[in-house]
Nanobody
């Protein structure tokens, strides 16, 4: 399985970015997907997850109402739309694929990871 994240960049506070993660290697539409982030000196943390069908989503409290996760199974791609960005959202963002049935938020629940894309929000 290969996951390729893209779309990161530098944006001012209050701005928006859309991250994409293209997957290959196994049937994308069969697996739940998640986004995580890791800021310098901090542990990797859960951001959002989406079920294999796209019908169920789950968000960390810190991004709820600002971020939206979605997926296009025909394109083998999962997205993270990030609005109203804050300086504390600055981190490397990773997409990941979970083999579980229910949506999960733990780093160790996900068995495949992308390479990460840097998001920097200036104040």
């Amino acid at each position: 399985v290969q996951l390729q994240a893209s779309g990161g960049g530098l944006v001012q506070a209050g701005g928006s970015l859309r991250l994409s993660c293209a997957a290959s290697g196994r049937t994308f539409s069969s697996y739940n997907m998640g986004w995580f982030r890791q800021a310098p000196g901090k542990e990797r943390e859960f951001v959002a997850a989406i079920s294999w069908s796209g019908g169920t989503t789950y968000y960390a409290d810190s991004v709820k109402g600002r971020f939206t996760i979605s997926r296009d199974n025909a394109k083998n791609t999962v997205y993270l739309q990030m609005n109203s960005l804050k300086p504390e959202d600055t981190a490397v963002y990773y997409c990941a694929q979970d083999r579980g049935v229910i949506l999960r938020t733990g780093v160790y629940d996900y068995d495949y990871w992308g390479q990460g894309t840097q998001v920097t929000v200036s104040s």
